[in-house]
């Protein structure tokens, strides 16, 4: 299956222990909330017998359905959501969420059907921008590859940046001045 999530992705799973379950169902919430308004890809697709999640082909198919979501919401752990062409809201309640950020991407794992994933995504992707003003740094080379790390105490934000030695060069190269 082309596109499916990685392993730093975003999952809640109902009835977890992970201490970071909550977290993560409170961040899917979020984004869920941010669709409203937005036209969103909505796909579904039977698990194959082998339970490889690989082997989906999430080429478009004439059921996949593109609309625009009027709200979107998660109350407990059920997805709410209202389109303009739905005369009454619409709701899934899920065994297990997915959010791929990187690609906008959520892949929902049904509770009431444990052989069918769907797929729900922006069809364009939306950077989300963070402005740090007078964020603390330090940086660090270790085994060739470069950690930068930015925190900003007002926001309670701490962002870690890996770059490889290309992309440290390349950082190197920008900020040296053209007057040298």
Do not use: C
């Amino acid at each position: 299956m082309k596109g499916f999530p990685m392993n730093n992705d975003l999952i809640w799973r109902q009835n977890s222990p992970q201490p970071d379950n909550r977290d993560n169902l409170d961040a899917i919430a979020q984004w869920w909330s941010s669709l409203a308004g937005q036209e969103i890809t909505w796909q579904q697709r039977l698990i194959p017998d082998s339970k490889d999640l690989e082997d989906i082909d999430w080429q478009p198919q004439k059921f996949d359905e593109q609309l625009v979501l009027d709200s979107a919401e998660i109350r407990g752990i059920t997805l709410f959501w209202h389109s303009p062409k739905a005369l009454t809201e619409r709701n899934l309640t899920p065994s297990k969420l997915q959010l791929n950020l990187t690609n906008q991407t959520l892949y929902i794992f049904p509770q009431s059907q444990s052989q069918v994933l769907v797929r729900v995504n922006l069809p364009k992707i939306i950077y989300h921008k963070l402005n740090l003003l007078n964020p603390q740094l330090a940086a660090t080379i270790k085994g060739g590859q470069g950690v930068i790390l930015l925190r900003d105490e007002i926001k309670k934000l701490e962002i870690t940046v890996t770059l490889n030695q290309s992309e440290i060069a390349q950082l190197l190269e920008s900020l040296q001045t053209k007057d040298n």
